[in-house]
């Protein structure tokens, strides 16, 4: 994987996208993979650190307004800000306890292919799983306004995170409206991070 990142070229100072993604990945198994019973024991604890870790690298923002589509035109910039919060917690709580069992070497960043665009590119990752299996996990990036890559979409075998969450949070607007969406997602922000703190205080 030393490679890799000289496959993206970048200016002095500025990480590639494969740089950004390798960092990620050794990040999480020097913060999270070598502390596993520690964190599992404290969520809140876990939680900060996979804040520190990913929110750096991650224009929730953007991704934010992609997911909302239509609707992030007629919301307030109060409602945007808190969707934002409020969808990347949802998120962050529901996989928390997926991310204690990270280890180092499961993350494979795959050779570039392609151009790299001034804007926008993707980075594509193998990621192993325990039973030996491989998933195709791709990251798309974009330049945000301090110039350096974010990811703001997540596609997992092709499915683009981004995609499916448009999908349902059309739906459920449409049903309902969207302050009763972003209620919805701070409650289960909330639930999550509770029902995580009692399995691990009945262990």
Known sequence: MAGIALAQPARAGEMSPGMVV?????????????????????????IREIDAILLPHFD??????????RSAREATPEQRSRFAKA?????????AEGLLNYT???????????????????????????????VAVD????????????AYDVIIEGIS???NYRNQVAAEIQASSLDSLIQRLESQGEKA????????GSQ
């Open 104 to 134: 180092r070497g499961n993350v494979r960043v795959l050779p570039f292919k392609g151009e790299l665009n001034d804007k926008r590119t993707i980075v594509r990752t193998e990621v192993v799983l325990d039973d030996g299996k491989s």
């Open 60 to 69: 929730i923002e953007y991704a934010s307004l992609l997911v909302l589509g």
């Open 139 to 150: 990251y798309a990036f974009r330049k945000s306004s301090s110039d350096d890559w974010k």
């Open 193 to 200: 991070l509770e029902s995580l703190e009692k399995r691990a």
């Open 87 to 95: 969808f990347y917690n949802s998120i962050a709580h529901r996989y």
């Open 161 to 163: 995170y981004i995609t």
């Open 22 to 46: 390798q960092k990620i990945a050794d990040d999480l198994a020097d913060s999270i993979g070598s502390r596993r019973e520690e964190l599992k024991n404290d969520h809140e604890k876990l």
